[in-house]
C-alpha cells in the first residue's frame, strides 16, 4: 500500500476489504518496511543488517533488526487498535510474508554470498521463517480475534529457476539451491525432473 501511517492503511482496509482483510504492508517507510525486511523481522534467532548491497544475516541483532520487528509490531499495533474502533472483529484476516526461496534470494550471508548459494543455510533459514510465521499468526490472531490466511510472497522466484539473479561479483548467475525441506521433518516429494 501506498503512504507511512499504519493506523490510517489499518482503518481504510478494514472499512473498504470487509470480506479478506490484510496487515498492511508499507514500504514507503524505508527500511524493515519493505517485504524482505519485513518478513526477515520475523525470523528467529536469525538476525539480519542492512548494507549497501541489502539485507546481511549477522551475528546480533542490531538498529536495522530492530526497526524492521518495531515496524511489524507498530502495524499490529495498528490493526488492534482498527478492529476495537470498528467494534466488530473481522473473520479472516490475511498477511503476507516473503516465501522462502525470495527470502533465500534477498539475504546474503556474512561473507556476501546470497543466502540461496547455502544449502544448510537455505533449510536454517526457511525453518526459522515458519517457527516467526507461526509466532506472527498467533499474535496477530491474539489481537484481532480472526483467523489468520498466510500469503507467501514469491517474487523472485522466477528468477532462481531461471538461474538469472547474479553473484555478488556480478560474474555469473546465483546456482539454484536445494529445496527448503518442509518444516517439522516432512518428507518432500521430488518435484519433475529430480531424483
Known amino acids: 500500500m501506498p503512504g507511512t501511517d499504519a493506523a490510517e492503511a489499518c482503518a481504510v482496509v478494514l472499512g473498504e476489504l470487509t470480506g479478506l482483510p490484510h496487515l498492511p504492508e508499507l514500504p514507503d517507510r524505508g527500511l524493515g518496511a519493505d517485504l524482505i525486511g519485513r518478513s526477515a523481522a520475523m525470523l528467529v534467532d536469525i538476525p539480519v543488517e542492512y ?38 472483529a473481522p473473520k479472516v484476516i490475511k498477511t503476507q510474508v516473503a516465501g522462502p526461496w525470495t527470502l533465500a534470494a534477498g539475504i546474503e550471508l556474512p561473507r556476501g554470498h546470497r543466502v540461496l548459494t ?3 543455510a537455505v533449510r536454517d533459514v526457511t525453518e526459522s521463517l ?18 489468520v490466511i498466510v500469503q507467501l510472497d514469491e517474487p523472485t522466484l522466477p528468477a532462481v529457476l531461471a538461474l538469472a539473479l547474479p553473484t555478488a561479483t556480478g560474474h555469473g548467475p546465483v546456482p539454484r539451491g536445494a529445496p ?10 521430488p518435484s519433475a525432473g529430480e531424483t
Not at 59 to 88: C, I, N
Not at 180 to 189: E, I, L, Q, T
Open 180 to 189: 527448503p525441506a518442509p518444516p517439522g521433518g516432512a518428507k518432500r516429494r
Open 130 to 147: 515458519v517457527e516467526g510465521v507461526r509466532a506472527h499468526v498467533a499474535e496477530l490472531s491474539k489481537r484481532t480475534g480472526a483467523q
Open 51 to 88: 548494507v549497501p548491497s541489502g539485507y546481511r544475516v549477522t551475528a546480533r541483532p542490531g538498529s536495522d533488526h530492530r526497526r524492521g520487528v518495531d515496524l511489524l509490531r507498530w502495524d499490529m499495533d495498528a490493526m488492534q487498535e482498527a478492529v476495537e474502533k470498528a467494534g466488530e
Open 118 to 120: 547455502d544449502h544448510g
